[in-house]
Structure formats: C-alpha cells, structure tokens
C-alpha cells in the first residue's frame, strides 16, 4: 500500500516538474541583451557624376541594446523586438541634391521587428561538457529560429566631410530602410522565468533605404526637418549581430 502511495507521490511530482518545465508557456515576457553589430554598406555609384565613379564604403562596428516583449507558447513564440546601436565609421558616402558628401562620424541605428519564433525541443549540455564546470548545475536549454520584417531608421552625423553644397557641420541624414531579420540562438529552458533564463544568438538583417532627410540639429531644443525625398538603394545594409542577455520578467 505504502508502495502505490509512494509511487503515485513521486508520479504526481515528476508531473508537476515535468509541467513547470516551461513555467511561462502561455505567458508573456520581457527580455534584454547586449549587442555587437558589424554592418557593411553596398558601394554607392554617383549617377551625377560622368566617369560613373563608385566609392566603396567600409565596415562599421556598432554597440547597444536589444529589447524584446514576446508571448510564448509551447513550440512557438511571437513578439516584437528593438535594437539601438551606436557606432563610428569612416570613408562614408552619401547623396544628397545630386552630390556626394564623403566624410567619417558615427552612426546611430534604430530597428523594430515583429517576429515569430519557434523553438526546438529542450537538450541537455553533454556529460563530458559539464565535467569540465564541477559544482555547477547546468540548466537543459533549447535551440530557436525567428524571423520577421524589419524597419530601421539611421542616422548620420559627420564630423569631417568634404562637399560643395549646403551641408553643414549642424546637420544630420537620417535614412529610413525596409528589410528582414533572420536569427538563430540558444536559451535556458529554466524551471521558472524568474530565474532569468539567459539567451545568445546570432542575428542577419538586410535593409533598403527608400526614404532620406536632411535634419537641422543645430538648435536642440528644435528639430528642423530642412527636407526629405526619397531613397531607392541609396543605402543597402547587411547587419551580422551577436547578442548575449537575459529574461527580466
């Protein structure tokens, strides 16, 4: 008798772990990461210009933050999510009213991406694999893929440039740029979310510009939007980010 009730316990505690395996299955979360961008820019060819010179524009390596609300289900999960990176670069080009501004300064970049996500099936870290962390208790994790559509909005603030026009020192381009967004990543698949799970992944994006403004930014208490048009692969970006961060709540 002892035995069956015994029995029935552990099988009734096995249930109850196995349930909370995924705690916020059904449920909404927030997270937050850290990230590392290296983005490369398409060479631009200036259509003014007769020779049909083209200038090649170099790497830019980028730093910021990545913030993601999502709603999980079991295999998957839906969300949008949001990364700002800032950056320096050199040897850009840029057109502007049929001329070409070289200069270098930073680069700022805002993107928002809706995404669905699905999630494989929860892994242990191998036997050998954990020998090597003695003492530390190793969570299961699990593999993912989301995808989605990206809007990116950048902008660019040179220090030195070179130009014959009415570009100047206060002034800012801001590109506005359509895109998708693929990544790929690991998470801790923790008893609870209030364990703060911990995640990594690698993300690909690639973006065309359609629409370019020029800002006043001399003045900060006023943004002066001195003229926009538009902006047909004035800017094609590839963006490879490697971001590592958490489950807040």
Not at 34 to 55: A, M, V, W
Not at 74 to 91: F, H, N, P, Q
């Amino acid at each position: 008798m002892y035995t069956l009730i015994g029995s029935t316990l552990v099988t009734l505690m096995v249930f109850l772990i196995s349930s909370n395996a995924r705690a916020y299955t059904n449920d909404f979360s927030l997270k937050a990461g850290l990230s590392f961008s290296q983005s490369q820019f398409n060479s631009l060819e200036d259509k003014t210009d007769p020779n049909g010179e083209e200038i090649d524009r170099n790497d830019t390596n980028s730093y910021g933050v990545l913030t993601t609300y999502s709603y999980k289900w079991t295999r998957v999960t839906s969300g949008v999510e949001s990364r700002i990176l800032l950056g320096k670069a050199t040897d850009l080009a840029f057109n502007l009213e049929n001329q070409t501004i070289k200069g270098q300064g930073s680069i700022r970049t805002v993107d928002i991406t809706p995404f669905i996500q699905y999630n494989s099936k929860t892994f242990k870290i191998p036997g050998k694999v954990q020998e090597f962390f003695t003492g530390i208790n190793i969570s299961p994790w699990y593999g993912y893929i989301k995808f989605g559509p990206s809007w990116m909005l950048q902008t660019i603030e040179l220090d030195e440039f070179d130009v014959q026009s009415k570009f100047k020192s206060g002034h800012k381009l801001t590109y506005e740029s359509v895109g998708i967004n693929l990544s790929l990543g690991l998470e801790e698949d923790t008893p609870y979310k209030d364990m703060h799970p911990v995640f990594i992944e690698v993300s690909g994006s690639m973006y065309e510009s359609y629409k370019v403004s020029l800002v006043d930014k001399s003045d900060s208490k006023e943004i002066n939007i001195l003229g926009s048009r538009e902006a047909k692969q004035d800017i094609k970006t590839f963006s490879l980010v490697v971001t590592l961060g958490m489950t807040l709540f």
